[in-house]
C-alpha cells in the first residue's frame, strides 16, 4: 500500500528541531521528567488539551508555565474558585455609554495557552463554560460567536488527594481533555539540583522563547500529514472497542477518544522523526489517552483495579497488526 504524497514534503528534521528546543525549555525547568514534557508536546502537537493530576508542589502549573513560555504565545491563567463565574472565563457583553451599544469583553479564555489551575475547586456551572471552548475553540456570547486563535491549548490543573471545597470533573468535562499526565516525585538527583536551581531565583525567569505562534501552527500542520495505516487506524478501533465490552468498566471509551488516540500516535510518532504511525505508539498512549475517561464497575473497585491497570491489559490483549504499517 502506497503511503499520500505528502509524505515527501514533511520537513521532519525542522520538526524535530523545533520540538527538541521546545522540550529543552521545559525541561530546563521541570527536571528529571522527560517523560511527561513529552506528553505535552504531543498535546500541544496533536491539538488537544492537557490535564495534570497530582498532589500539591510537585510542579503541575510549572510545567504548564514552561510551555507557554517557551513557544512564546499568548498565556493567560484562570484560578478557579467555587465562587468563579462563567463570565469571567467566556467574557461578557458590556453597555457601552458612549456609543449606546454592547461591547464583548474577552474572558481569560481568549489566548494560545489557557492555565487552568486547580480546575476542580470550580462549580460544575463554571466548568462547563470551557466544553464549547475546548472541543470547537470558539466562545458563544448572547448569540454571538467568536474564534479562538490558533494554537490553542488548555493546560488544567487538579489535586485528587484534597477533596473539601472540589467537586469531581463531568465526563463530558474530562472527555475533552486529550490526555491526562501525572507529574510524580522528583528523583534524589534531580530533587537535590532543584534546591540549587530553585534557591535563589524562579528558573522559569531563565526561559527565552524558541518557537513562535505561527511555528507551532506550522508544526500542528506537519504532524496531521503523518500517514496513518488502514491496519493501525483498526488496531485504534480495536482498542477502543475492548473498553466498550470488558466487565470492568460501566462507560468506555468514546469515538473522541478513539481520535485523540489516533492524532496523539500522529503527534509521537512525528517526534521521534517518523512519517508513519507504529502500533507502538498507539500503546504506549492507550493509558494517558483513554484511562481518566473512563468509569470502573464497583467489582473493580472493590479488586482496588484502576482505569489505568485495566488499559494495560486490553492493550496486551488486543492483536497487534500483522499487515503493512509503514
Not at 105 to 120: M, S
Amino acid at each position: 500500500m502506497s503511503a499520500p504524497q505528502t509524505r515527501s514534503d514533511l520537513d521532519l528534521a525542522q520538526l524535530r528541531r523545533t520540538t527538541g528546543a521546545i522540550a529543552d525549555a521545559i525541561g530546563s525547568v521541570i527536571e528529571g521528567k522527560p517523560d511527561v514534557v513529552r506528553i505535552a508536546l504531543t498535546a500541544l502537537l496533536a491539538e488537544g488539551h492537557l490535564l495534570i493530576e497530582d498532589v500539591p508542589g510537585v510542579g503541575k502549573t510549572m510545567l504548564a508555565k514552561a510551555m507557554a513560555r517557551a513557544i512564546d504565545c499568548s498565556v493567560r491563567r484562570v484560578q478557579f474558585t467555587p465562587d468563579l463565574l462563567p463570565s469571567d472565563v467566556t467574557g461578557v457583553s458590556i453597555y457601552n455609554q458612549e456609543t449606546r451599544d454592547f461591547e464583548f469583553k474577552p474572558g481569560a479564555i481568549f489566548a494560545n495557552v489557557v492555565l487552568g489551575d486547580e480546575i476542580n475547586r470550580a462549580s460544575p456551572k463554571t466548568q462547563s463554560a470551557l466544553l464549547e471552548c475546548m472541543e470547537e475553540r470558539q466562545v458563544t456570547v448572547d448569540g454571538v460567536t467568536y474564534h479562538l486563535e490558533a494554537p490553542f491549548i488548555v493546560v488544567a490543573t487538579q489535586n485528587p488527594i484534597e477533596m473539601e471545597g472540589t467537586y469531581p470533573l463531568p465526563e463530558a468535562q474530562r472527555d475533552r481533555f486529550l490526555a491526562r499526565v501525572s507529574m510524580g516525585y522528583p528523583g534524589t538527583a534531580s530533587e537535590l539540583a532543584m534546591l540549587s536551581s530553585h534557591g535563589s531565583s524562579s528558573p522559569l525567569d531563565l526561559v527565552q522563547p524558541v518557537a513562535t505562534a505561527a511555528d507551532v501552527r506550522e508544526l500542528v500542520a506537519q504532524t496531521r500529514e503523518v500517514w496513518v495505516s488502514e491496519a493501525v487506524k483498526q488496531y485504534v478501533v480495536d482498542i477502543s472497542e475492548s473498553t466498550r465490552s470488558t466487565s470492568d468498566l460501566r462507560l468506555g471509551a468514546s469515538p473522541r477518544a478513539t481520535l485523540h488516540l489516533l492524532r496523539a500516535a500522529r503527534a509521537q510518532a512525528a517526534l521521534e522523526g517518523r512519517d508513519h504511525v507504529l502500533p507502538d505508539d498507539v500503546q504506549s498512549l492507550a493509558v494517558p489517552v483513554l484511562a481518566h475517561r473512563l468509569l470502573l464497575t464497583p467489582d473493580a473497585l472493590l479488586a482496588r483495579r484502576t482505569a489505568q491497570d485495566v488499559v494495560t491489559n486490553l492493550v496486551q490483549r488486543v492483536p497487534v497488526p500483522a499487515g503493512p504499517v509503514s
